[in-house]
């Protein structure tokens, strides 16, 4: 893997472990060489992961729409900062630098990101692993839905099997190299759950 896509909120939050942990992902991607593709701002879980990998002597680059770097939330110490017209520009772009996707604590954007991003892998339009850091329990409400909508037959279990979950960044990367995607079947099939 040469470089690897982050999600993840744009503020810090309440509780130092997910601080902690867009640290310890930055240090483990400049450690393996890996670049990090994000977002582009300085602030919040995306300004901590982005500084860990600039302080291992890792790359990055930030995707930045014009309209939010115009309010000084942009990155001025990244390897490369790419600005773009738009949010749909912003996620075209890092999902075509990315080989693989991670997912820290975040809101509604991350969610957003971490859902579009997994719905191409379902419609086969990637092929590339998508993990999410379930730090501290944040993300447990998000494997009981995915769960629950898999037994109501509305994601088949192959597919949510392509969203990867660990709540130990050591074993993020590991958990995407051996990722191994499904066979993409026609999505609409009334008869198969699988």
Not at 73 to 80: D, F, G, M, P, R
Not at 117 to 124: C, K
Request: one cysteine or more; a negative charge; charged letters at 20%.
């Amino acid at each position: 893997m040469k470089s690897i896509c982050v999600f993840c909120a744009s503020s810090l939050g309440e509780r130092e472990d997910y601080r902690q942990a867009a640290e310890a992902v930055g240090s483990i991607l400049a450690r393996n060489n890996i670049r990090l593709i994000y977002g582009g701002a300085k602030v919040g879980l995306m300004g901590a992961v982005a500084d860990a990998v600039l302080q291992g002597g890792g790359k990055v680059t930030g995707v930045l729409p014009h309209f939010l770097a115009g309010k000084e939330i942009a990155h001025t110490n990244l390897s490369e900062l790419i600005l773009v017209e738009s949010m749909h520009e912003r996620k075209q772009q890092m999902s075509q630098m990315a080989d693989g996707f991670i997912a820290l604590p975040g809101g509604f954007g991350t969610l957003e990101e971490l859902f579009e991003i997994i719905t191409w892998g379902q419609l086969g339009l990637h092929y590339k692993p998508v993990l999410v850091l379930n730090i501290n329990g944040y993300y447990d409400h998000l494997i009981k839905l995915l769960d629950h909508m898999a037994v109501e037959g509305l994601l088949k279990e192959r597919h949510r099997r392509m969203m990867l979950f660990t709540d130990r960044v050591e074993d993020a990367l590991n958990e995407m190299l051996h990722y191994s995607p499904p066979v993409i079947n026609p999505l609409i099939d009334k008869h198969s759950k699988t």
